[in-house]
């Protein structure tokens, strides 16, 4: 039967997790398919977007000391009048820059149109860019007949020329640029590479880092290569800026531009060429020639940022999603919640500082969608089976006979969750005073009582059995410690543990598998009595705890104390005995007496026939009364009052007045003055008294004296009843208080008795919480002492 529940049990929880297996896979599967579309789709590209910009945001340096721009402020539109300016005022600019022999000067002013009213401007121009012969000039794209063209600088101007192109995304942010763009045939590089490659060798633009997974054609025929992602050194005004303004009027310092890249554009407001950046600030946007710096700066430290590349983003994104749905299956809902916050923390921190510190870009939000959708989605579902199981199960308890049946007037009606956990509340409220019930009737078993499992591992001892085997129990209420063995009890309480031992093994071999196959259910094998360390006799027994399915659900064990009904069975005994001999024998001498009567040739005279009988009836009847009042004595409830001492003491010797007179024995009595309150059984005490002071006189000789004192003590009150007879060896005193126990039956002229005087004595003082003690020696007299409680 253990086998079959065993196996009904794996199959009900193998068949519990694959199912829950098989949920958190669909679960798993679905959201990494939601979170694959989510990438594949771009549907949270403006959510990475945001994550950019913050990690753009948050990587600052230093801007090149080698970039300048020459600013057309609102200063310097004041100052010379309104834009566009006469391009001798361009002429004029560049000649003072050139002046200081700059690197470069990038002039981003669009001069795709000669001044028709001022032609000798465009002269004077062309002079002066001649003149400088390191400047560089921006092309136009617009639209035109047939398409997109591309409006060069005024011919004859013979500069470097760049596309000054900037890509403005979705949200209208401008975050990069591409190096080179154009017709097929026509393609330019950006002005900033334009800018950066001037007087020096040929560097094909594709050399610098960049991203090719942008590249792009429009139906148009415009290409787009080579994506430069700008990692803005800082918010607008980070580069050096000096005003047209200051550079006419000369006050700028002597070489001021000597070795540098000069960059003369617009960032007056109105002009228009202003594009929000991802370190814009309160909605100020940065002037397109700033771009350009930035872009410069990039491309002369080759630190564009890049795309992760799409191995690694996978694993980036996938990753954590996986790791999120394992803690939800693996751990608890609170470490798997924290598990997932780590993990939405990780990975948006991944994100930014991949920016900050590698120039490598990763859209995080597949993946933070993913984890965040794991853990609530996952928790529903668990709560669903949570509350389907609660369900199930309550609905199997509240119809389960007994304890646990819930009444029909309390039971919770609805299946949402607070009902539910009311419900459950009630339940684990009965369940706990069910507990309660079943440990206080352990606690109340008066034998030492375990419970252990099928290998011997003791799981619940009640008190007794804890003062029984101490340190073996020791540390059973220790949850973290291993749980005692019942062998290592069975040792410390039996000296000779070896039947005790051989006991355990067919206990549960009886209820192991190999007991539980059988045909008919398993007997538990009868106890076995051994003996303790104290000699006191101990019955060990053992019977199996069923579960509500028949199965062993555990073993208990008892150790009882049998010393009572060993003592019992030796009283039966000695009743017996007493009954068989020492009642028997006086009927039996009175019957061969009427029989020996009954023969004329040998028939006693009448009185000494009368004489006989009568010494037999009332040897008969002294047996009865001492084996009564021994009976009383031993009555399991006795009616104690508070009384005199003294006064039991006077009523004792008071009986025995005329016995003592009659032995020519002086019976003498001392009683202290001080009170002598006691709480005692009047009629049994007084009998014990008697009974000592009978016993003296009887062994006393004539002439002697009988001494019955009374006088406290430190343990209460003492009673002395002290003789001069033949007195007791020490080697009789250890039977003199056992049943039936005569010392001078042999002796010649040795006084009647039933051996049961003394046994009442000691019955009845200890029955009042005192002892007994005796002092004497052969032929010194005997003193008996009474100690009793106050």
Same mark, same amino acid.
């Given at each position: 039967?253990?086998?079959?529940?065993?196996?009904?049990?794996?199959?009900?929880?193998?068949?519990?997790?694959?199912?829950?297996?098989?949920?958190?896979?669909?679960?798993?599967?679905?959201?990494?398919?939601?979170?694959?579309?989510?990438?594949?789709?771009?549907?949270?590209?403006?959510?990475?977007?945001?994550?950019?910009?913050?990690?753009?945001?948050?990587?600052?340096?230093?801007?090149?000391?080698?970039?300048?721009?020459?600013?057309?402020?609102?200063?310097?539109?004041?100052?010379?009048?309104?834009?566009?300016?006469?391009?001798?005022?361009?002429?004029?600019?560049?000649?003072?820059?050139?002046?200081?022999?700059?690197?470069?000067?990038?002039?981003?002013?669009?001069?795709?149109?000669?001044?028709?009213?001022?032609?000798?401007?465009?002269?004077?121009?062309?002079?002066?860019?001649?003149?400088?012969?390191?400047?560089?000039?921006?092309?136009?794209?617009?639209?035109?007949?047939?398409?997109?063209?591309?409006?060069?600088?005024?011919?004859?101007?013979?500069?470097?020329?760049?596309?000054?192109?900037?890509?403005?995304?979705?949200?209208?942010?401008?975050? %990069?640029?591409?190096?080179?763009?154009?017709?097929?045939?026509?393609?330019?590089?950006?002005?900033?590479?334009?800018?950066?490659?001037?007087?020096?060798? %040929?560097?094909?633009?594709?050399?610098?880092?960049?991203?090719?997974?942008?590249?792009?054609?429009?139906?148009?025929?415009?290409?787009?290569?080579?994506?430069?992602?700008?990692?803005?050194?800082?918010?607008?005004?980070?580069?050096?800026?000096?005003?047209?303004?200051?550079?006419?009027?000369?006050?700028?310092?002597?070489?001021?531009?000597?070795?540098?890249?000069?960059?003369?554009?617009?960032?007056?407001?109105?002009?228009?060429?202003?594009?929000?950046?991802?370190?814009?600030?309160? #909605?100020?946007?940065?002037?397109?020639?700033?771009?350009?710096?930035?872009?410069?700066?990039?491309?002369?430290?080759?630190?564009?940022?890049?795309?992760?590349?799409?191995?690694?983003?996978?694993?980036?994104?996938?990753?954590?999603?996986?790791?999120?749905?394992?803690?939800?299956?693996?751990?608890?809902?609170?470490?798997?919640?924290?598990?997932?916050?780590?993990?939405?923390?990780?990975?948006?921190?991944?994100?930014?500082?991949?920016?900050?510190?590698?120039?490598?870009?990763?859209?995080?939000?597949?993946?933070?969608?993913?984890?965040?959708?794991?853990?609530?989605?996952?928790?529903?579902?668990?709560?669903?089976?949570?509350?389907?199981?609660?369900?199930?199960?309550?609905?199997?308890?509240?119809?389960?006979?007994?304890?646990?049946?819930?009444?029909? #007037?309390?039971?919770?009606?609805?299946?949402?969750? /607070?009902?539910?956990?009311?419900?459950?509340?009630?339940?684990?409220?009965?369940?706990?005073?069910?507990?309660?019930?079943?440990?206080?009737?352990?606690?109340?078993?008066?034998?030492?009582?375990?419970?252990?499992?099928?290998?011997?591992?003791?799981?619940?001892?009640?008190?007794?059995?804890?003062?029984?085997?101490?340190?073996?129990?020791?540390?059973?209420?220790?949850?973290?410690?291993?749980? &005692?063995?019942?062998?290592?009890?069975?040792?410390?309480?039996?000296?000779?543990?070896?039947?005790?031992?051989?006991?355990?093994?067919?206990?549960?071999?009886?209820?192991?598998?190999?007991?539980?196959?059988?045909?008919?259910?398993?007997?538990?094998?009868?106890?076995?009595?051994?003996?303790?360390?104290?000699?006191?006799?101990?019955?060990?027994?053992?019977?199996?705890?069923?579960?509500?399915?028949?199965?062993?659900?555990?073993?208990?064990?008892?150790?009882?104390?049998?010393?009572?009904?060993?003592?019992?069975?030796?009283?039966?005994?000695?009743?017996?005995?007493?009954?068989?001999?020492?009642?028997?024998?006086?009927?039996?001498?009175?019957?061969?007496?009427?029989?020996?009567?009954?023969?004329?040739?040998?028939?006693?005279?009448? #009185?000494?026939?009368?004489?006989?009988?009568?010494?037999?009836?009332?040897?008969?009847? %002294?047996?009865?009364? /001492?084996?009564?009042?021994?009976?009383?004595?031993?009555?399991?409830?006795?009616?104690?009052?508070?009384?005199?001492?003294?006064?039991?003491?006077?009523?004792?010797?008071?009986?025995?007045?005329?016995?003592?007179?009659?032995?020519?024995?002086?019976?003498?009595?001392?009683?202290?003055?001080?009170?002598?309150?006691?709480?005692?059984?009047?009629?049994?005490?007084?009998?014990?008294?008697?009974?000592?002071?009978?016993?003296?006189?009887?062994?006393?000789?004539?002439?002697?004296?009988?001494?019955?004192?009374?006088?406290?003590?430190?343990?209460?009150?003492?009673?002395?009843?002290?003789?001069?007879? &033949?007195?007791?060896?020490?080697? /009789?005193?250890?039977?003199?208080?056992?049943?039936?126990?005569?010392?001078?039956?042999?002796?010649?002229?040795?006084?009647?008795?039933?051996?049961?005087?003394?046994?009442?004595?000691?019955?009845?003082?200890?029955?009042?919480?005192?002892?007994?003690?005796?002092?004497?020696?052969?032929?010194?007299?005997?003193?008996?002492?009474?100690?009793?409680?106050?």
């Amino acid at each position: 039967m253990a086998t079959s529940l065993a196996r009904l049990t794996a199959r009900l929880l193998g068949g519990y997790q694959r199912r829950t297996l098989v949920e958190w896979g669909m679960l798993s599967a679905a959201v990494l398919a939601l979170v694959t579309a989510c990438a594949l789709l771009q549907w949270s590209e403006r959510a990475d977007k945001a994550v950019y910009d913050l990690s753009v945001a948050a990587q600052h340096h230093a801007a090149s000391d080698d970039i300048v721009i020459v600013a057309i402020d609102d200063p310097s539109i004041s100052a010379i009048g309104r834009w566009p300016w006469r391009r001798w005022v361009l002429a004029d600019l560049i000649e003072r820059i050139a002046a200081d022999a700059p690197r470069v000067i990038g002039v981003d002013v669009i001069l795709s149109e000669p001044d028709q009213l001022h032609p000798e401007d465009d002269r004077a121009l062309a002079a002066s860019m001649a003149s400088a012969g390191n400047v560089v000039l921006p092309a136009l794209a617009e639209a035109g007949q047939g398409g997109l063209l591309v409006r060069y600088p005024l011919t004859g101007l013979g500069s470097e020329v760049g596309h000054i192109n900037i890509a403005v995304d979705l949200d209208g942010i401008a975050r %990069e640029i591409f190096l080179q763009e154009g017709l097929q045939g026509r393609q330019l590089k950006h002005f900033s590479a334009a800018m950066v490659g001037f007087g020096g060798p %040929e560097r094909p633009v594709s050399t610098y880092r960049h991203d090719d997974e942008a590249n792009s054609q429009g139906a148009d025929g415009w290409t787009r290569r080579y994506r430069l992602r700008v990692p803005f050194a800082g918010p607008p005004g980070t580069f050096r800026q000096v005003s047209v303004l200051d550079v006419l009027g000369g006050r700028l310092p002597r070489d001021f531009f000597r070795g540098k890249s000069v960059l003369v554009g617009a960032t007056a407001s109105g002009l228009g060429d202003v594009f929000p950046t991802p370190v814009s600030r309160t #909605g100020h946007g940065m002037s397109g020639v700033e771009i350009i710096a930035n872009a410069m700066q990039t491309l002369q430290r080759d630190s564009a940022i890049l795309t992760l590349p799409r191995p690694w983003f996978w694993l980036c994104t996938l990753l954590p999603v996986l790791l999120a749905s394992l803690a939800s299956l693996m751990l608890t809902p609170r470490n798997a919640l924290l598990v997932t916050v780590v993990l939405l923390a990780g990975t948006l921190g991944a994100s930014l500082l991949l920016v900050v510190f590698g120039h490598l870009w990763f859209a995080p939000a597949s993946a933070l969608v993913g984890c965040s959708l794991v853990y609530p989605l996952w928790s529903w579902r668990r709560q669903e089976a949570a509350l389907q199981f609660l369900t199930d199960e309550l609905g199997q308890l509240e119809q389960e006979p007994g304890l646990l049946a819930m009444p029909a #007037g309390e039971r919770e009606s609805g299946r949402n969750l /607070d009902t539910r956990m009311r419900a459950v509340y009630r339940m684990t409220t009965r369940l706990r005073d069910l507990r309660q019930f079943l440990a206080d009737g352990l606690e109340g078993l008066p034998e030492a009582t375990v419970i252990c499992d099928s290998g011997g591992h003791v799981l619940l001892a009640n008190r007794s059995g804890l003062m029984l085997a101490p340190r073996a129990l020791a540390k059973l209420s220790d949850m973290s410690a291993p749980r &005692p063995d019942i062998r290592e009890l069975i040792r410390e309480v039996f000296p000779q543990p070896k039947a005790g031992l051989e006991y355990w093994d067919q206990l549960r071999s009886a209820f192991t598998d190999g007991g539980a196959g059988q045909a008919q259910p398993a007997q538990a094998p009868p106890g076995v009595e051994l003996d303790a360390r104290g000699q006191q006799p101990m019955l060990l027994r053992g019977a199996p705890l069923r579960s509500d399915t028949g199965g062993v659900a555990g073993l208990i064990v008892s150790v009882i104390d049998i010393t009572q009904v060993r003592v019992a069975e030796r009283r039966r005994e000695e009743s017996l005995r007493f009954i068989s001999h020492d009642m028997r024998s006086p009927q039996a001498s009175i019957l061969a007496l009427i029989d020996l009567q009954n023969e004329p040739g040998r028939a006693l005279p009448e #009185g000494a026939l009368l004489a006989r009988i009568a010494e037999h009836a009332s040897r008969t009847l %002294e047996l009865a009364d /001492d084996f009564i009042r021994l009976a009383r004595a031993e009555a399991p409830h006795l009616n104690f009052i508070e009384m005199d001492l003294a006064g039991v003491v006077l009523d004792a010797t008071d009986e025995l007045w005329a016995l003592a007179s009659a032995a020519r024995i002086e019976l003498k009595l001392e009683v202290e003055e001080e009170p002598s309150q006691v709480v005692a059984e009047p009629v049994l005490l007084v009998r014990a008294i008697a009974n000592l002071v009978s016993n003296a006189i009887k062994f006393s000789p004539p002439q002697t004296t009988v001494t019955v004192r009374l006088y406290r003590v430190p343990q209460g009150l003492a009673i002395d009843v002290t003789d001069q007879g &033949p007195g007791i060896a020490l080697e /009789d005193q250890g039977r003199l208080f056992q049943p039936f126990a005569r010392l001078r039956d042999a002796e010649r002229d040795a006084p009647a008795g039933s051996g049961l005087g003394l046994v009442f004595v000691k019955t009845v003082v200890e029955r009042h919480g005192g002892e007994i003690r005796l002092t004497s020696a052969a032929g010194a007299g005997a003193t008996f002492t009474i100690i009793l409680p106050c």
